[in-house]
């Protein structure tokens, strides 16, 4: 059902500002409105951005968690005492500052040692030679020029060295040849290079130093070593500090809390603060209780809503109802007016999801599978009320298959005493009662169109755009089924459809358009609400992919079992060789199953059943809270 | 005559299976394309963008569907298999074959631009799955129409 909203005025001295939202905040029962133009709201930068770092030091940490200390599920959510979650503890941001500080050493420090090692690489081939690199050049008469020379040339630049009169040596191989000085005369310098050049060597320098490359390729090295020993201890500093990482995610959930706190709109006059909010009615008590707990002076108003507000929506429903809302969620938030339609739609969606998997087998994996699920991800919120509906689905899963004798794909003979068909012989009786259940579905849409036109005082339309379509639809169906099913007395069923169908569409025809005067429009926009029986048609065709469905699942499961069945033969061993494939098919078709199963449902109760009556409008009911992401808040006994 | 029949039927299954599957494999392959374009930015998103992929993926099974029971047919048929009886499985296999093809693929690009969507406005994916299975109402309609005439 949809929970009645009040408006609440709250006024209160302004040094109490502070107290009354971390109060609120802390209740989680008061969903703060922007009322008046003279509402100020901060902007909460500065604990955003806090959060932004602290997310970022998160991430980088969870490189550095030792991997051999297993986080325990008490590690993942930690339970923390609400006075240590709203204290600042300063310890905390020196904390973050120092994981950044060695972040940024190891940055650092790896873009260095990258450098370095492209230096060593370009020198590493000239490790012999003995001059130092500041002295290569002219030289008592001679040029020394260092250069690459490719190894296929290296014949053809020794010819010509040998031709005029130049010396070569050679070092090292580096990338793309061998490391070569080659020492011409000062006198004849240009003309042999140019000689030398065009056999191939290529020109290349060293950045000059004092000392010989082998000195600097040491020293090189000797840095290259105090960097990894610098990032090594960087490392073991972050190892610490992943140790202490409850401490970083306090400081997020806390910056992201206090944020939504300073974002909430409130009006300050001369002398006191004015808080406007909506709060649900089973909620008031709480909402007193943390105002008083905040400042004994205060002024508390509750107001119904006036006409034109309109208040958010929140649901309360038992239990299996509250994990099918996310169904209803998905496609639109019911209005705050209307009849909550989620413990309707949640048994038909149960039941039709069962109905397209329907294998028994599926179902008990379903169940076991999801409530494992379920306590092995610590899920909250949307993610644990879909994975609630699939368990719950896993039920009416197995129902069917015993309905179909289908387990695991197989059928069990004994089983047939509680067997109504099998879904691949007997095609046409499951498209017959898939229809059926469709006609059934629709007219629960319709039935909580009338409980919504009673609830608007609008009894015509119950009479009109309700029943007339169901005394249509059954007439039609009435008409229908006994041309295709033959029984005892189906001639008198059909024609008594036949008076059922004429009078849904006269009611129809008269009182579809009475909101016109004019007589002539009125039954030509009853003539066009009769078409619409076209559109029911389509409607009721629609669940004709139940039968699709349930067909898929059990042909692909006797297809796996198929398969399977021809490695298994008939030695004893061949079970351990087959295992595998049913394994394998059987995941595989679950999987297809559950999502075909899933989308087709949810459609279903979309277009086929939602259209006749849902009109889901609202908004969201959320209230100003703390905000949790990491961490557990235990209030204390107080509270 | 009867090699002609079964052969027919059996072109037929090969068809559903092949065309259906084709269309399935496009599809996929669109959809998958566009999911992992929209994670590299948000990787949060996967449980959401891998069902959209998916969606486009199961007229290739229906087509599967389809080429079993027209084995199964052929397999018990053996005695008396007119001609008719083979031209009769084999038309029965081209609706799901066809609009299988077909439809895989322009569900594929309502997939695309609904996983598109989500990356805006995660909270919207539920609408995009939704009207990205419209789409396969008449892929779900074609397998039915050529599951009762195999008969």
Not at chain 1, 185 to 203: N, W, Y
Not at chain 1, 452 to 475: T, V
Request: glycine share 8%; charged share 20%; net charge negative.
């Amino acid at each position: 059902m949809i929970v009645k909203m009040k408006k609440a005025q709250i006024a209160v001295l302004s040094e109490d500002r502070e107290a009354l939202l971390e109060a609120l905040q802390r209740s989680g029962v008061l969903m703060l409105l922007k009322s008046s133009d003279d509402s100020v709201q901060e902007d909460g930068a500065d604990e955003e951005q806090l959060a932004a770092r602290t997310e970022k030091s998160l991430r980088l940490l969870t490189k550095y968690h030792d991997k051999e200390q297993k986080e325990t599920e008490a590690d993942k959510f930690p339970s923390v005492p609400y006075e240590t979650f709203v204290t600042d503890d300063p310890a905390h941001r020196v904390l973050l500052e120092a994981i950044e500080a060695a972040d940024e050493t190891i940055v650092r420090l790896k873009a260095d040692d990258q450098s370095l090692k492209n230096e060593l690489d370009m020198l590493r081939p000239w490790t012999d030679l003995e001059l130092a690199t500041d002295r290569v050049g002219k030289n008592r008469g001679v040029v020394y020029h260092l250069g690459i020379v490719p190894v296929a040339k290296q014949e053809d630049v020794q010819t010509i060295a040998a031709t005029i009169g130049a010396a070569l040596q050679f070092y090292g191989s580096a990338a793309d040849g061998i490391a070569t000085v080659a020492a011409v005369i000062l006198e004849e310098d240009v003309s042999s290079m140019d000689a030398l050049r065009l056999a191939g060597f290529l020109e290349t320098s060293l950045p000059p130093a004092a000392q010989t490359v082998k000195e600097t390729i040491l020293a090189k090295e000797a840095q290259l070593r105090e960097n990894a020993d610098r990032i090594r201890a960087a490392e073991a500093q972050m190892k610490d500090y992943a140790g202490a990482k409850l401490s970083i995610e306090l400081l997020n959930d806390r910056a992201v809390t206090a944020a939504e706190r300073k974002k909430a709109p409130v009006t300050p006059t001369a002398s006191t603060v004015f808080i406007e909010g909506w709060v649900r009615v089973d909620q008031l008590d709480e909402l007193d209780k943390a105002i008083a707990s905040a400042t004994a002076i205060y002024e508390l108003e509750l107001f119904d809503p006036a006409k034109g507000e309109i208040p958010p929506t929140a649901v309360k429903n038992n239990k299996f109802v509250t994990a099918f809302e996310t169904i209803t969620d998905m496609f639109a938030r019911p209005s705050y007016g209307e009849v909550d339609p989620n413990p309707v739609m949640s048994f038909w969606y149960w039941m039709l999801f069962g109905m397209m998997m329907a294998d028994f087998g599926y179902g008990v994996v379903m169940v076991l599978l999801f409530a494992f699920l379920i306590k092995k991800m610590h899920a909250k919120g949307e993610t644990l009320k879909l994975l609630k509906v699939l368990m719950y689905s896993g039920v009416t899963t197995a129902f069917w298959g015993l309905l179909f004798n289908s387990y695991f794909g197989a059928s069990i003979g004994f089983m047939d005493r509680v067997s109504i068909l099998n879904p691949v012989d007997d095609t046409m009786l499951l498209l017959g009662i898939s229809l059926g259940i469709g006609v059934l579905h629709i007219f629960t849409g319709l039935f909580m169109r009338a409980v919504n036109s009673f609830r608007h005082k609008d009894y015509m339309a119950i009479f009109a755009d309700s029943f007339a379509w169901i005394l249509l639809i059954s007439g039609l169906s009435m008409l229908l089924v006994p041309s295709i099913v033959v029984f005892a007395g189906g001639a008198a069923v059909a024609a008594a459809g036949k008076w059922v169908a004429i009078a849904g569409a006269a009611i129809i025809v008269l009182f579809a358009g009475r909101s016109s005067k004019n007589p002539v429009a009125r039954i030509g926009s009853g003539l066009y609400a009769l078409y619409g029986v076209t559109g029911y048609l389509g409607d009721i065709m629609s669940y004709s992919r139940v039968l699709a469905l349930a067909l898929t699942s059990a042909i692909i499961g006797q297809v796996m079992n198929q398969l399977a069945g021809m490695v298994q033969g008939d030695a004893w061993w061949g079970i351990l060789a087959a295992l595998p494939i049913y394994l394998i098919g059987h995941i595989f078709n679950l999987v297809m199953g559950l999502l075909s199963a899933y989308v087709h449902t949810s459609r279903l109760q979309f277009i086929e059943f939602y259209t006749k009556f849902y009109e889901g409008a609202g908004y969201e009911f959320r209230p100003l809270a703390i905000q949790l992401k990491y961490i557990d808040v235990v209030s204390d006994a107080k509270n | 005559m009867e090699l002609t029949a079964q052969a027919l039927a059996i072109i037929g299954a090969a068809l559903a299976a092949a065309l259906a599957g084709i269309g399935s494999a496009i599809g996929v392959q669109m959809g998958g394309k566009a999911a992992a374009g929209v994670m590299s930015e948000k990787p949060e998103l996967f449980g959401k963008l891998i069902i959209l992929q998916a969606l486009p993926g199961t007229q290739g099974m229906y087509g599967f569907i389809v080429a079993i029971l027209v084995l199964a047919k052929v397999t018990a048929m053996t005695d008396l298999t007119p001609v008719t009886d083979g031209w009769r499985l084999f038309f029965a296999c081209l609706p799901i074959a066809l609009v299988g093809l077909v439809s895989a693929i322009f569900q594929a690009k309502m997939a695309v631009a609904a996983i598109h969507m989500t990356a805006k406005q995660p909270a919207s994916s539920g609408r995009g799955i939704t009207m990205t299975v419209l789409v396969e109402t008449y892929a779900i309609l074609a397998l039915l129409a050529s599951i009762l005439l195999i008969g």
